[in-house]
């Protein structure tokens, strides 16, 4: 009893699936996708085999229409059930049974679908659709746009609780890790689309940060103070960006931003200020000894 969206991007060919339910851990029901092959969204008296199943079909060179059609012809309890497929090349296929829980219906697009059952209005599908095709920027933003435009229209007739975000590479990158751009859940929440929205946020800030360190590694210092002054920027009170932002501007001399940086990880509590001796003293980071009198000034 769900509302969802699979879509493949055709500008990056990533594919992704957002959902939202009121349903505990949403997302480890809904969501399926493999890079290089495609995602599926399985709901109303979900039977979760039409994911793995699905992918194995598609995989072996199934379109998406393909596959879905010969699991629900095999499926005793197909006019319950409501699935979306979308495949590597962007087909799309989509069933919805006609035992679902009213409201239900779903909108097919180039590359994309949207579905919803149990639904407070018949109108959810289509606003989810509009919103899609309208919305601008990544893939993650715009799957994220159509579960906002979803429970604008008041979304699961029983309200919320949880919801998920997986996007996989277009091809794969020779490990599962790397296939998955983005794995985010809200297992239990009172407004789990907005906590979606929030989590992916603080995701696109860590992002910088790790680069930052990756370019740290390799001595691009400037470009990597770049990406932590940009991290830090989108999460500014975050203790964790903020404290490697600081140690990385105290090394580059810009004490005083180091040590206004640092006051938002002191505030958080004193591990950050034990974490900082023991980086220094253990040799892990080397810093001046008047920069670290400056990060250790306001220590609470």
Known sequence: MTYSIVARDPETGRLGVAVQSH?????????????GVGVVATQSFAERSYGPLGLELMRRGRSAPEALEALVQADADREVRQVAFVDASGRVGVHTGRN??????????DGFSVQANMMERGTV????????LAAEGDLPGRLMAALAAAQAQGGDVRGMQSAALLVVEAHPT???????VIDLRVEDHATPVDELGRVLRLWRAYGHAERAEELELVGELDAAMRERTTSLAMQPDHPELAFWAAVAMARSGRLDDARRTMATAHADGPGWAELLRRIVDDGQVELEEGAVKA?????S
């Open 100 to 109: 679902c829980i009213r409201e239900f219906g779903h909108v097919e697009g």
């Open 295 to 299: 990060l250790m000034e306001d220590e």
């Open 23 to 35: 349903w505990f851990s949403v997302g480890s029901v809904v969501s399926w996708g493999e890079a």
């Open 174 to 180: 020779g490990t599962e890790w790397g296939d998955r």
């Open 125 to 132: 599908w289509d606003e989810m659709a509009g919103a899609y």
